[in-house]
């Protein structure tokens, strides 16, 4: 296993636009969640998943926002609608629930211009 | 609300100690990690303290006292390589991340 991979690693796109980053976890860890970090500031939590259940959504997540995770394995976060307001890191780490050690992706780079 | 404060920065030479704080408002909240995250990487575990004490992995040790509502994260014998931000989270069933230091280390 290669650790959590995160895809694309960079995204540019333009205000208005739809974008769907992808995140494959650690295959034994059924917990998987989403970040999102802007520069000189810690991740900020975004949602998390157990197995295929979304079990918390930040109140701060708007309804442009939506997370997948279909078959408890890889997840998509999907921004409709896309803000300048909207680039960041977004990272996407897993855990197995058990220990306290997350394993975070390399993150996915938005810019919206 | 949950909070947890860090120094926004903080500097040494190679081959000196340097500790970092992190002070919290935050409750019911299972321990206490710290994760290294250098420029463009991705966050990645330290260190974890579930009981008050200190906690000895390597180079680094972390130390959390529940009654005072704080925590550090100490380095020793810095290297060159020890230059990134440092965050304190608390894990509950998620991770709150404190607000990150900054670590410069100089030759």
């Known amino acids: 296993d290669t650790g959590v991979s995160q895809d694309p690693r960079h995204k540019i796109t333009k205000r208005g636009q739809n974008v769907t980053f992808r995140c494959d976890p650690i295959?034994?860890?059924?917990?998987l969640y989403w970040y999102r970090q802007t520069l000189g500031q810690g991740p900020e939590f975004l949602t998390y998943f157990q197995n295929e259940a979304q079990l918390e959504k930040s109140r701060l997540l708007s309804d442009r926002f939506s997370a997948e995770r279909p078959k408890g394995s890889f997840s998509t976060l999907e921004i409709q609608r896309t803000e300048q307001g909207d680039s960041a890191m977004y990272l996407c780490?897993?855990?197995?629930?058990?220990?306290?050690?997350?394993?975070f992706g390399s993150g996915t780079r938005l810019t919206v211009v | 609300g949950q909070s947890l404060e860090q120094p926004s920065e903080v500097t040494a030479v190679e081959g000196a100690i340097v500790q970092i704080n992190c002070t919290y408002q935050t409750s019911g909240f299972y321990g206490l990690s710290w994760y290294q995250q250098h420029d463009g990487g991705a966050p990645t575990f330290l260190s974890y303290n579930a009981l008050d004490g200190l906690e000895e992995t390597g180079r680094f040790s972390s130390f959390l006292s529940r009654s005072d509502s704080y925590g550090y994260l100490l380095l020793q014998e810095l290297q060159m390589k020890d230059s990134a931000s440092y965050f304190c989270a608390a894990n509950t069933d998620k991770l709150i991340f404190g607000t990150g230091t900054r670590l410069q280390v100089f030759p």
């Open positions: 780490a897993s855990s197995s629930g058990q220990g306290y050690g997350y394993t």
């Open positions: 295959s034994e860890h059924n917990r």
